[in-house]
C-alpha cells in the first residue's frame, strides 16, 4: 500500500481549523450569514478533522465542538423563546435608525465569551505543541 505523509504544519492547521473558523463565525454574528454558513460547514470540517489519524489533532476538536455546538443549541432555545424572554433585559440601543434590543447583545457578548477565549487558548497549545510528520497508508483506487 502507498504511504503519505502528514506534514506537521498540516496537522497543526486541522486541529486549530475548527476553533478558528468558529470563533470568526461567533464575533461576526451579528451579520447573521457567516454564522449560517459556519453552521452548515462546521458539519463537513468536524466530520473531516475527527477522522483524522493522530488523536492529539482530534483531542483539540472535540472540545471546541462541544462549545460551539452546545452554544448553537441553546441559541435555537433562546432564539425561540426571545419575545417571552425580551422583558428581561429592557432597554434598546439606538444606532442611527437601527434599534437593536438589549437582548440581542447580551447574547451576542454571551457567545462570544463562551467560543472566543476557549478557542484562543486551544489555538496557542496547539501551535505552542510540537507536531511530528506522521505517515499513513493510504488505498490505492487506480
Not at 428581561?88 to 447580551?106: A, K, N, T
Request: net charge positive.
Amino acid at each position: 500500500m502507498p504511504v503519505k505523509t502528514i506534514t506537521a504544519a498540516d496537522q497543526r492547521r486541522a486541529a486549530n481549523i475548527f476553533n478558528i473558523l468558529a470563533s470568526i463565525a461567533v464575533v461576526l454574528m451579528p451579520l447573521i450569514i457567516p454564522m449560517m454558513l459556519w453552521i452548515a460547514a462546521s458539519i463537513f470540517v468536524h466530520a473531516s478533522v475527527a477522522h483524522h489519524p493522530n488523536q492529539r489533532v482530534r483531542d483539540y476538536l472535540y472540545p471546541g465542538g462541544y462549545r460551539f455546538y452546545g452554544l448553537v443549541g441553546s441559541l435555537v432555545v433562546l432564539l425561540n423563546f426571545s419575545p417571552q424572554m425580551s422583558a428581561w433585559f429592557p432597554g434598546q440601543i439606538h444606532m442611527g435608525m437601527l434599534r437593536i434590543p438589549m437582548f440581542w447583545v447580551w447574547l451576542w457578548v454571551a457567545s462570544i465569551l463562551i467560543i472566543v477565549p476557549f478557542a484562543a487558548r486551544d489555538i496557542m497549545r496547539a501551535n505552542r505543541e510540537l507536531w511530528k510528520p506522521m505517515m499513513v497508508e493510504v488505498e490505492n483506487d487506480a
